[in-house]
């Protein structure tokens, strides 16, 4: 139940740690992704060595073939998000990202019957949707590619998400990862060649922990879903929005808006009436 909250943590960390890498480094985004999937590789070896698990039915055509359009919409995803990341500064960013836990949503209560559980499924969007309302400003929304990318990135991990539900139950959480990681490293790898002696020695070790960060992060997600579902899984995540500004306001003294306020107000208590519901 509290594995998500632990999940919120890494995420918001997770995502602080690549705009600083995408934004002050100078790192193409078909490069970076290609060094980002690489440290997650190395990363996972350690993980999977203890944890390797792939059980009756991952082999099944049916099975390979969704798991190939996992891959295909992962890929899409972080090369979206990481080509519009090197581009547009957060401010513009965020407000289309953070549509993505709404898109899983509504994929997920579509796709999935057990996933229809109505009290759920609103507290959910209501956290989604003030998410997105508290980042809107009306200078956000100038239409351009690198605008359209975070959309669609949004859409693609939320479809790539809703398509590895129903195959978690064939592979242990490291080692779906591993293999969805391993597969996504190879193509963008063939795709943009890139000169792994233009990184510095400080970049290594922070895409390294961003593998790490990413590794445990999805471990926790997959596992969530399996236990408690997508749409519950997502509402707890929301809390890593919370925790992003919490951490501007403590840290960098950043000053919140009162839309801001009561978005986190309400992602808290939604969060909080879902765990009671629960329990």
Same mark, same amino acid.
């Given at each position: 139940?509290?594995?998500?909250?632990?999940?919120?943590?890494?995420?918001?960390?997770?995502?602080?740690?690549?705009?600083?890498?995408?934004?002050?480094?100078?790192?193409?985004?078909?490069?970076?992704?290609?060094?980002?999937?690489?440290?997650?590789?190395?990363?996972?070896?350690?993980?999977?060595?203890?944890?390797?698990?792939?059980?009756?039915? #991952?082999?099944?055509?049916?099975? !390979? =073939?969704?798991?190939?359009? @996992? /891959?295909?919409?992962?890929? &899409?995803?972080?090369?979206? +998000?990481?080509?519009?990341?090197?581009?547009?500064?957060?401010?513009?960013?965020?407000?289309?990202?953070?549509?993505?836990?709404?898109?899983?949503?509504?994929?997920?209560?579509?796709?999935? #019957?057990?996933?229809?559980?109505? !009290? =759920?499924?609103?507290?959910? @969007? /209501?956290?989604?949707?003030? &998410?997105?309302?508290?980042? +809107?400003?009306?200078?956000?929304?100038?239409?351009?590619?690198?605008?359209?990318?975070?959309?669609?990135?949004?859409?693609?991990?939320?479809?790539?998400?809703?398509?590895?539900?129903?195959?978690?139950?064939?592979?242990?959480?490291?080692?779906?990862?591993?293999?969805?990681?391993?597969?996504?490293?190879?193509?963008?790898?063939? +795709?943009?060649?890139?000169?792994?002696?233009?990184?510095?020695?400080?970049?290594?070790?922070?895409?390294?922990?961003?593998?790490?960060?990413?590794?445990?992060?999805?471990?926790?997600?997959?596992?969530?879903?399996?236990?408690?579902?997508?749409?519950?899984?997502?509402?707890?995540?929301?809390?890593?929005?919370?925790?992003?500004?919490?951490?501007?306001?403590?840290?960098?003294?950043?000053?919140?808006?009162?839309?801001?306020?009561?978005?986190?107000?309400?992602?808290?208590?939604?969060?909080?009436?879902?765990?009671?519901?629960?329990?």
């Amino acid at each position: 139940m509290y594995l998500p909250i632990i999940g919120s943590f890494l995420e918001a960390t997770g995502m602080n740690l690549e705009k600083y890498a995408l934004r002050k480094k100078n790192l193409h985004y078909g490069a970076y992704t290609t060094y980002e999937f690489l440290a997650i590789v190395i990363v996972s070896l350690f993980f999977v060595y203890f944890t390797w698990g792939v059980y009756d039915g #991952a082999r099944d055509a049916e099975n !390979i =073939i969704r798991f190939v359009f @996992v /891959v295909f919409f992962a890929m &899409l995803a972080n090369l979206c +998000i990481f080509y519009s990341l090197k581009r547009e500064t957060i401010s513009e960013f965020e407000p289309i990202w953070l549509m993505q836990p709404l898109f899983t949503v509504l994929l997920a209560f579509s796709f999935y #019957a057990d996933e229809r559980n109505w !009290i =759920i499924v609103g507290l959910a @969007v /209501v956290a989604s949707l003030t &998410l997105v309302i508290a980042h +809107i400003k009306k200078n956000h929304f100038t239409w351009n590619k690198y605008m359209l990318a975070v959309l669609l990135g949004s859409l693609f991990f939320a479809i790539e998400l809703n398509l590895s539900k129903p195959l978690l139950q064939y592979y242990s959480p490291f080692t779906f990862y591993f293999i969805r990681c391993l597969s996504i490293f190879v193509i963008v790898a063939l +795709i943009y060649r890139p000169k792994f002696k233009d990184l510095d020695g400080k970049t290594s070790w922070i895409i390294l922990l961003i593998g790490l960060i990413w590794v445990v992060y999805r471990a926790i997600l997959y596992k969530s879903y399996e236990v408690i579902g997508v749409v519950y899984s997502t509402l707890l995540f929301s809390l890593s929005a919370v925790l992003i500004f919490l951490f501007a306001v403590i840290f960098l003294k950043e000053k919140p808006s009162a839309r801001q306020v009561i978005s986190a107000i309400i992602i808290v208590i939604c969060v909080i009436t879902a765990i009671l519901l629960g329990n």
